[in-house]
C-alpha cells in the first residue's frame, strides 16, 4: 500500500513538473549531459553494495535516469503526449524497483510481492492514460466525455484484473477452509465467476 501511494504522489508530481515553461536547445543540452553523469554517479555508488542491494541500488539508478529523462523531454518539448511518457517511466521505473525487491523473498511472499508490484504499476499506468485522456483537446465537451468515460472503463477493468491476481495469489499462501473462505471473498470483491 505504501508503494502505490508513494507511486501516485510520483505521478501527480510528475504531471505538475512537466507544465513547466519550454526551454532552450542549449539547455536541454546541458540538462540531457547533467542527467547522464547523474546517472553515471548513482551507478558508481552500487558498486559498493553487493548481491541483490547492489541490483536494487542499479535500478533506482536507471529508473531515476529514464524519469529525469522524460521529464526533460517534456519541458523541452510541453505536450499531454509527453506528459503521458513522464507518467509511464516512472511507473516503469517504480515497478522494476519493485520487483527487484521481491527478489529478496522466497515463496508464495515473493510471488504476492510480484502480483501487488504488477497491481501496482497498471493502476499507475492505466491512471497515466486517464490524465492522457482528459489532457487531450477534442472538438466538443460531449466528445471530451467520452473518451475521458471509456478510458476511466478500460482503465478500471485493467486495475480490477490486476488487483484480483494479487489477491488470488495472497489465497495461494492458505490451505483448507481459510483458502476457500478467501478464494469466494476474492471472487465476490472482483465480480469474478
Known amino acids: 500500500m505504501k508503494f502505490a501511494r508513494t507511486l501516485i504522489a510520483s505521478v501527480a508530481a510528475g504531471l505538475l513538473a512537466t507544465s513547466a515553461i519550454a526551454m532552450t536547445k542549449e539547455e536541454h543540452k546541458t540538462a540531457k549531459d547533467n542527467i ?14 553487493t548481491a541483490n542491494a547492489k541490483d536494487i541500488c542499479q535500478k533506482e539508478a536507471k529508473g531515476k535516469e529514464k524519469v529525469a529523462k522524460a521529464e526533460l523531454e517534456a519541458q523541452y518539448k510541453p505536450s499531454a503526449k509527453n506528459t503521458q511518457k513522464v507518467a509511464e517511466a516512472r511507473a516503469e521505473a517504480a515497478y522494476d524497483v519493485a520487483k527487484e525487491k ?49 478510458a476511466r472503463k478500460d482503465a478500471n477493468a485493467e486495475k480490477n484484473d490486476a488487483n484480483y491476481k494479487a489477491a488470488k495469489e495472497r489465497c495461494d499462501a492458505l490451505s483448507g477452509d481459510a483458502k476457500s473462505k478467501c478464494v469466494d471473498d476474492m471472487k465476490r470483491m472482483y465480480n469474478k465467476s
Open 102 to 150: 521481491c527478489d529478496d523473498l522466497k515463496g508464495n511472499e515473493k510471488d504476492v510481492c510480484e502480483k501487488d508490484a504488477k497491481a501496482a504499476h497498471v493502476k499507475a499506468k492505466e491512471d497515466a492514460k486517464v490524465a492522457a485522456a482528459q489532457a487531450k483537446p477534442a472538438d466538443s465537451a460531449a466528445e471530451k466525455n467520452a473518451a475521458v468515460a471509456e
Open 36 to 49: 547522464e553523469a547523474t546517472y553515471k554517479a548513482d551507478k558508481n555508488n552500487c558498486d559498493a553494495l
